[in-house]
Nanobody, 114 residues
Framework: QVQLVESGGGLVQAGGSLRLSCAAS????????MAWFRQAPGKQREFVAS???????GYVDSVKGRFTISRDNAKNTVHLQMNSLTPEVTAVYYCRYSSSLVTWGQGTQVTVSP
């Protein structure tokens, strides 16, 4: 079993930055993928970015060049650096761990004001 704890959300003005973190604990597989998803009010949860233990990353087109995902395998943590924020990215951001099983974090609210 894997547990995820997210942190770093909050309220920021448009143009600002936030850094989300997700700490994993428990039965961490040596090979896994960690990812960030988000869910805005009234919308489905959508993929934002992912990173494998080998460092291979993927992003949804709308955040490329503005968001950067990184991880520290020794600490089992993943980060999402979000720059040039716009109100359109306001959502609850969820961390997801996947290997032979999938685990979701509880979510952290990101609110960007105009």
């Amino acid at each position: 079993q894997v547990q995820l704890v997210e942190s770093g959300g909050g309220l920021v003005q448009a143009g600002g930055s936030l850094r989300l973190s997700c700490a994993a604990s428990g039965s961490i597989s040596r090979i896994n993928t960690m990812a960030w998803f988000r869910q805005a009010p009234g919308k489905q949860r959508e993929f934002v970015a992912s990173i494998t233990t080998g460092g291979v990353t993927g992003y949804v087109d709308s955040v490329k060049g503005r968001f950067t995902i990184s991880r520290d395998n020794a600490k089992n943590t993943v980060h999402l650096q979000m720059n040039s924020l716009t109100p359109e990215v306001t959502a609850v951001y969820y961390c997801r761990y996947s290997s032979s099983l999938v685990t979701w974090g509880q979510g952290t609210q990101v609110t960007v004001s105009p």
